[in-house]
């Protein structure tokens, strides 16, 4: 029982640090209001303190029960969904008064709009607003889109526009959850969760809108993921006319999971998955095993890092390949505001570049020519703002200039892993007047080169992931906690007793996690019980980084020694 009001007290004191002012103390769970279930998923039995108190049940009934194994008994006494619906119907406040708060935290358009309007009231008669939140592929059915109906009712051969995608689509499909089952209806109306068919190209965090609305709507708060894929693998079927279904297959996860990434090696034809850490990938294999029931080859998983830069780099020209066509470009880290601001999504690159503009100006204390001027942001947060001026036919290559900047931010010049956290910036440029001679094959290289020289005069870095770590062990096993910690380069912020376990807290290099569960339990005799997640990106100990440059280079077949500025200068 002891441990049970430590869960609870730690959850409140959670609500007491992050909840709303106004909410904190409705949001806090009481087992004797009902708020707090107790069971078992695995052998789904359940109650709250009110249903133990009216049936007469006590903890000794529960002992006695897998003590005796009449645990199926306890299930039909004491079922868990009757538990947790209660929760839900007794606790949980109905989406019509719910939306009137939430929807202005979770939307960021005109809440006096007709579409605000029609959310902050759950109006079913309102124009269609839908968020999908999740995504699912179903063998027989293909994409299912599940989310939640804010406004108006969504019913079958409906047209509607999906806002990050950008396609208007025709709802095949409207069904209702049944439990984990889809039950196909003619409708559904605001404030319930649905599931659609014919969306093919939405996604996790996709705002979906009726079509008639497409010019005006806002999309909703876009969905963080707390981690970024950091751990990748190359996969291959052992049977090689198996690799069309393994391709099929990992296509639908990466769907799926939106913190996998599948990729093709280019120069080895190797397919890559990277995932959140070698937890993630063992599981995303597992689940291609039960999917597919292929047999597959892995490599052992390698870190993924990433280049940055320290401090400004001067102006560098970059020329095309045919000296027709010259950009002026610069490099510099972005300041850690404008990074926070990227990070938490305050800042996107579909945003509307008044609102982009404003936020950076009063935030990030930006320049009105640079906040107004961002030309692409890139998902790995870096930024590409032209500061140019009366540039003739910059209009007409914008977009393969915007090319080479993604092009040289996916792969950096020190070892090809992607580039976070730059700014990269455009200052002047001499485009050529003959379209023939300022296409992408011009502009892209000249772009690129630009940027490369940049950034290495830029003081550039190595960035590894760092996981945050929790461990939870006996004190007579403290000691063997935290040798394995410091051995494996990790650092201890915080150790606290909480009764006859201590609570050890630090972060550990992502590298110097592989096998870590067998050295934390042989120096632990099994008794410790960790968990990690991601915590932050940081530079690679200078004592370490040329050593592993050289060591990632050589795994990607790339010659030993990083380029220099002037390979990329040309005469």
Not at 252 to 270: F, Q, W, Y
Not at 274 to 289: C, P, R, V
Request: contains cysteine; glycine residues 6%; negative net charge.
């Amino acid at each position: 029982q002891r441990r049970f009001i430590e869960i609870i007290r730690d959850f409140n004191e959670l609500i007491d640090l992050y909840g709303e002012p106004e909410f904190k103390e409705k949001w806090k769970v009481n087992p004797a209001k009902g708020t707090v279930a107790f069971g078992s998923a695995l052998h789904k039995w359940g109650f709250t303190i009110p249903i133990a108190q009216k049936e007469g049940l006590k903890f000794d009934y529960i002992v006695d029960a897998y003590q005796k194994g009449y645990i199926e008994e306890l299930a039909k006494e004491f079922p868990l969904y009757r538990a947790i619906l209660d929760m839900v119907v007794q606790h949980i406040p109905n989406p019509v008064e719910a939306q009137r708060y939430r929807i202005p935290k979770l939307w960021k358009g005109d809440l006096n709009s007709e579409l605000g309007k029609a959310m902050i009231e759950c109006d079913e008669e309102g124009p269609t607003v839908i968020c999908i939140s999740k995504i699912n592929v179903d063998p027989h059915a293909g994409i299912v889109a599940t989310g939640r109906v804010f406004s108006g009712t969504v019913y079958e051969g409906e047209e509607v526009y999906l806002l990050s995608a950008k396609r208007v689509s025709r709802i095949q499909q409207v069904s209702l959850y049944m439990g984990p089952y889809r039950e196909a209806v003619p409708e559904i109306p605001a404030g319930n969760i649905v599931a659609l068919l014919g969306v093919e190209d939405a996604r996790a965090g996709e705002t979906i809108v009726d079509a008639q609305y497409k010019d005006t709507a806002a999309p909703f708060e876009r969905l963080h993921y707390i981690s970024e894929p950091v751990v990748t693998i190359a996969i291959e079927p052992v049977r090689s006319q198996d690799l069309p279904k393994l391709i099929d297959a990992l296509r639908k996860m990466a769907i799926e999971d939106p913190t996998l990434h599948v990729r093709i090696n280019e120069e080895t034809g190797e397919y890559l998955i990277s995932g959140m850490g070698a937890l993630h990938l063992e599981i995303t294999l597992w689940d291609l095993k039960q999917r597919t029931n292929l047999e597959v080859k892995t490599s052992p998983p390698v870190v993924v890092y990433r280049e940055s830069v320290k401090t400004r780099s001067p102006v560098f020209e970059g020329k095309s390949p045919n000296k027709h066509n010259r950009v002026y470009i610069s490099v510099e880290p972005l300041d850690e505001v404008a990074l926070d601001l990227l990070q938490r999504g305050e800042v996107y690159e579909d945003q509307d570049w008044r609102t982009r503009a404003k936020i950076l100006r009063e935030k990030a204390g930006w320049s009105t020519d640079q906040a107004r001027n961002i030309w692409a942001i890139d998902e790995n947060l870096n930024v590409l703002v032209n500061l140019t001026s009366g540039v003739q036919y910059l209009r007409e290559v914008r977009d393969t200039i915007i090319m080479g900047f993604r092009w040289a931010m996916r792969e950096g010049p020190l070892a090809q892993e992607p580039v976070r956290g730059v700014k990269v910036i455009l200052h002047d440029a001499q485009i050529h007047e003959d379209p023939a001679h300022r296409g992408p094959a011009q502009m892209i290289p000249a772009t690129r080169r630009a940027i490369y020289a940049g950034f290495l005069t830029a003081k550039p870095v190595l960035l590894e992931p760092i996981l945050r770590i929790d461990v939870k062990v006996p004190q007579d096993q403290l000691g063997g906690v935290l040798n394995v910690l410091t051995k494996r380069r990790g650092k201890i912020s915080n150790i606290e007793q909480h009764g006859g376990l201590m609570y050890v807290r630090g972060e550990i290099p992502v590298s110097e996690t592989f096998n870590l569960s067998d050295d934390m339990r042989s120096a632990t005799m099994g008794k410790a019980f960790w968990s990690t997640q991601f915590l932050r990106w940081a530079p690679v100990p200078e004592s370490l980084m040329k050593d592993l440059i050289v060591e990632i280079r050589k795994r990607k077949g790339l010659p030993e020694e990083v380029p220099r500025p002037e390979d990329f200068l040309g005469p």
